[in-house]
């Protein structure tokens, strides 16, 4: 890929002295190396812009001329966007991480910067101080967003228009939101001022300087929402009253702005009698348009009234009577009826009290709670969002709320024609520990009429792009209702295919799928996945046919969408694939025409695809791909052949990596103890020779071999660094772990060791220096095979679960829910609470068995950990005082499952290597492995750290 990868190729071929010339990558190497962000083509497919960062967090925009070597650098830019006429490129320019922090120990605002980039003459231009920008859809116009003044109240800031032909302006103040116009010039705004005097909407067409009002209020407007392809607008406007908490909306709506002043439509709840009395438009849900534009939908939420209201303007009229009368405590401190210049004797009045009290600290958690209260808190936000969906028809006036009760994760569907909702509420009980079920409803958006097309299906459905059909995994096939004839279709139950994912260990009444990929153009068929294939199935059940050959040889074909925009494949157009070697762990793509095989185009041994696998220009045949192997890094391909062949190099990143010896990758085969067969991965160590016997290290979680030409980059943030421990002297392998039900700690073990020892059997391994790492369900296997082998020479466990009966109590802090889920029918494999299976709960626990763990144990734990309860770890830290076993606990104080801060990431990583350095090398061990640090030793320690250096 790189040039100088093909010199680094070369040198691994050759004697081991060539090799021992290089040196490898110490700390102070890593923050040179690059990382190639995203890339974007313009619409003729002549440039590509892609982002470049590094270790040490500079960065820069690099701009790539496809027909030529061109490239222009823009340091600190990011966010790159082609105008629609391709002869600008817009980007954002930050600031370098030095002068981020000088200004943020200053308390100065970082702003970013714009940048234009004219292709026609090569000029740059910046203007400072924009906070975001849109072009137009035909890019004659640029709209450019300041950023809004400290003091300022309002959400309104200043916008700027410039016209992209002669470099004019206009400026707009107190805009709080705009929007082009979808395939036109309109910009629209919503107009948002402190003293919101002049407030309204505004319509400003550049190609001739008009500015039109279209509506002005003291009120604030958001949701601006244009309907596609059209020159349709809505909004919402604010009202509120004493009588109510919330905020409620008007709802504005104009047709046709292109044509004179279009036609308005106004919908106002307090007047309308359609809108249910008690309920307001919410701004939790964005309004949309249905495609023909006569409707509009819109949320609706239950209005919520100020508690005794009434009262309240009594006693507002009373205080300002007491404090005209200077009676009244300025700073309300009331609490104990010691106001001064109190007259009445005795106890303030009750109610007064309680007013100015703080409220108890409580919450109320019951066992009857069908979501623990933990997940309600989390969830705060999301349920007081949650709405019904109305529907608004602008041309009879109609107003009508559809779903009813049953409007769980409700969507519009069939060009607004029709509602699909969700009524979980008869299965949430059973759903509080086990999988969600729903009744699946259809509600005809004209009519209301609500209708049952399935009871207790697990997840939903989905709707096919034109709108025709809906469609749910059920049991192993894909079912379908067609919503013009009503009727319910097994399509896949006489299909030659297996749809259903049995390689996920079994712990669910409902299976997984593999998913679908897609619809062909008009509902004229769905493309679903099986294990290694693609099939077009009929919606109608009439039958199915394999697209792809993937299971002959175990290679997995998957549809890439070319067209990004387009909802369905086009039949008539040929359809692109990613393949994937399960075994080979090659990678690729294939091209299969209308009716015929797909043909391979691209098959190497490398990782071939990433974001989003391959890239189109949208007016041009221009093709974009990635490539990367462990031993090349990510560069981009182009060509100008829809074949994908002659594809050239456009960018090279990491070239000095040709300056450093590296490491290579091996596949190694082996099959667990129950004979299911496997892969792992070695990386070797960067200064390998020949003939001689490394340490190893075993990094776990679940299946790690696709892994395989995964380029790393050293980063000394990144605590599980194979690169970095590469370049350290280590052998690193990567196994895959499958799981039996039941039994996932002890089937882990029975699936490592086979692996350990396929690796050791290469005779590049010293069977004594092999030391094994995971974190989280990674660190859990770790935590337990100790108890059960001593394979290792030692261990590191990031965040384990230790005790699988106490986790199974507990809760995953970070969503809320209960970990019992997790264990019943998720990644525990447990399938049910340790009352009913008490052995095989204590069997797989690590803390059960810490009595035969005879190999020395680094543990680490966030204190805030909200995935794995930290008590985990103070489980298995005191059981392993109790028995006087060889253990490190480190907790970093404030972390959650993963090391944010960068001080604690870079000590974790540091202890790591000191760890393995000792057990594995034979290193000095400090004195924090030995015999441990006293609080006041860490202390001081920490203290004389953060002292200046006079």
């Not at 409220?359 to 709670?369: A, F, L, R, T, Y």
């Amino acid at each position: 890929m790189a040039v100088a990868a093909v010199l680094l190729v070369c040198a691994l071929a050759a004697p081991a002295s060539a090799q021992e010339e290089k040196p490898t990558l110490t700390v102070d190497d890593y923050g040179q190396w690059e990382r190639l962000g995203g890339a974007t083509l313009s619409p003729d497919g002549r440039w590509l812009a892609f982002g470049i960062s590094r270790v040490n967090d500079e960065g820069e925009l690099r701009v790539r001329s496809i027909d030529s070597d061109s490239v222009v650098v823009i340091p600190f830019a990011t966010r790159p966007v082609f105008s629609g006429d391709n002869r600008w490129l817009a980007y954002s320019i930050g600031v370098s991480p030095d002068q981020r922090e000088r200004m943020q120990e200053q308390r100065q605002p970082v702003r970013t910067r714009l940048g234009l980039l004219d292709f026609q003459t090569g000029e740059q231009e910046t203007i400072d101080d924009i906070q975001s920008f849109t072009f137009s859809e035909d890019g004659r116009y640029l709209a450019l967003r300041r950023y809004k003044p400290q003091e300022k109240e309002s959400s309104g800031v200043d916008v700027v228009v410039r016209a992209m032909a002669d470099g004019s302006t206009l400026s707009f103040g107190n805009v709080a939101q705009m929007s082009w116009q979808d395939e036109g010039s309109l910009l629209a705004m919503t107009i948002d001022a402190d003293d919101r005097v002049g407030n309204g909407v505004r319509l400003y067409e550049p190609a001739t300087g008009r500015l039109r009002s279209l509506d002005t209020d003291e009120a604030a407007y958001r949701h601006l929402r244009w309907r596609e392809e059209s020159a349709d607008l809505v909004v919402l406007k604010t009202y509120s009253d004493e009588q109510h908490e919330d905020t409620a909306h008007v709802v504005m709506a104009w047709r046709d702005l292109d044509d004179g002043d279009g036609t308005s439509f106004v919908l106002d709840p307090r007047e309308d009698e359609g809108v249910p009395a008690g309920s307001r438009v919410t701004e939790h849900r964005m309004p949309s348009w249905s495609e023909d534009g006569g409707t509009i939908f819109l949320g609706l939420q239950d209005r919520k009234p100020v508690e005794n209201a009434e009262d309240e303007g009594e006693d507002e009229e009373e205080g300002e009577e007491e404090e005209e009368e200077g009676e009244g405590d300025e700073e309300g401190e009331g609490d104990e009826g010691e106001g001064e210049g109190e007259e009445e004797e005795g106890p303030p009045a009750r109610r007064g009290a309680e007013e100015e009290e703080d409220p108890p600290g409580v919450e109320i958690w019951h066992s009857k709670d069908v979501d623990p209260v933990p997940q309600q808190r989390v969830r705060e936000t999301q349920l007081r969002r949650l709405n019904h969906i109305a529907r608004w028809g602008l041309d009879d006036g109609s107003f009508l709320q559809l779903g009813g009760d049953h409007a769980d994760g409700a969507s519009i569907v069939a060009d607004g024609r029709y509602m699909l909702a969700r009524d979980e509420t008869p299965y949430d009980v059973d759903a509080m520990f086990r999988q969600q079920f729903v009744d699946l409803y259809v509600v005809d958006a004209a009519t209301g009429q609500r209708d049952l097309v399935r009871p207790r299906i697990f997840g939903g459905a989905s709707a096919s792009p034109g709108g025709r059909y809906l469609m749910w995994f059920e049991g192993d096939d894909y079912w379908t209702y067609d919503l013009q004839s009503g009727e319910t279709h097994n399509i896949t139950e006489g299909v030659d295919g297996t749809f259903v994912n049995l390689d996920v260990t079994p712990t669910r009444e409902q299976m997984p799928s593999f998913g679908t990929s897609g619809w062909l153009e008009d509902d004229e068929a769905v493309l679903i996945n099986d294990k290694w294939d693609v099939w077009e199935i009929q919606p109608d059940g009439s039958g199915g046919r394999r697209l792809t050959p993937g299971a002959e040889d175990e290679v997995l074909y998957r549809p890439i969408r070319i067209d990004r925009e387009a909802d369905a494949f086009d039949p008539d157009e040929p359809i692109y694939y990613s393949t994937y070697g399960e075994w080979t762990k090659k990678a690729g793509f294939a091209r299969a025409r209308p009716g015929r095989t797909p043909e391979q185009l691209i098959w190497e041994d490398a990782s071939i695809g990433g974001f989003g696998g391959i890239q189109k220009a949208e007016d041009a045949d221009v093709f974009v791909i990635r490539k990367e192997r462990f031993d090349d890094s990510p560069d981009y391909f182009v060509t100008g052949n829809d074949d994908l062949s002659d594809l050239r190099q456009v960018t090279n990143t990491n070239l000095f990596q040709a300056d450093y010896a590296w490491g290579r990758t091996q596949l190694v085969d082996y099959e667990n103890e129950w004979g299911r067969r496997l892969q792992g991965f070695l990386t070797y160590p960067a200064d390998y020779e020949e003939g001689q016997q490394y340490p190893m290290i075993v990094y776990h979680y679940e299946l790690m071999s696709r892994g395989l030409h995964r380029y790393v980059i050293p980063d000394e943030t990144n605590y599980y660094n194979v690169q970095a421990w590469s370049h350290e002297g280590y052998f690193v392998l990567q196994p895959d772990i499958v799981f039996r039900n039941r039994d996932p700690g002890r089937s882990s073990v029975q699936t490592l060791r086979p692996a350990v020892a396929a690796a050791v059997e290469t005779g590049m391994i010293d069977p004594e220096r092999v030391g094994l790492i995971g974190h989280s369900w990674g660190g859990y296997q770790t935590a337990f095979f100790v108890t059960q082998d001593t394979t290792f020479a030692s261990a590191v466990a990031g965040a384990p679960l230790t005790n699988l009966m106490s986790m199974y109590l507990s809760f995953y802090w970070n969503s809320g829910g209960t970990d019992a889920r997790i264990f019943e029918i998720s990644q525990g494999r447990m399938m049910g609470p340790w009352w009913e299976d008490y052995e095989s709960y204590e069997a797989n626990s690590p803390v059960h068995n810490i009595q035969n763990m005879n190999t020395p144990l680094l543990m680490m734990f966030g204190s805030e950990d909200g995935a794995v309860e930290f008590n985990q770890g103070v489980e298995f830290y005191n059981a392993a005082r109790r028995l006087g076993k060889d253990m490190v606990l480190l907790v970093y104080d404030g972390e959650n499952h993963g090391l944010r801060r960068e001080p604690n990431q870079k000590d974790y990583r540091n202890r790591i290597m000191q760890w393995f350095g000792h057990y594995l090398k034979g290193e000095p061990a400090p004195d924090w492995i030995t015999k441990g640090l006293s609080y006041i030793e860490q202390k001081d320690g920490l203290q004389r750290k953060r002292r200046p250096i006079s």
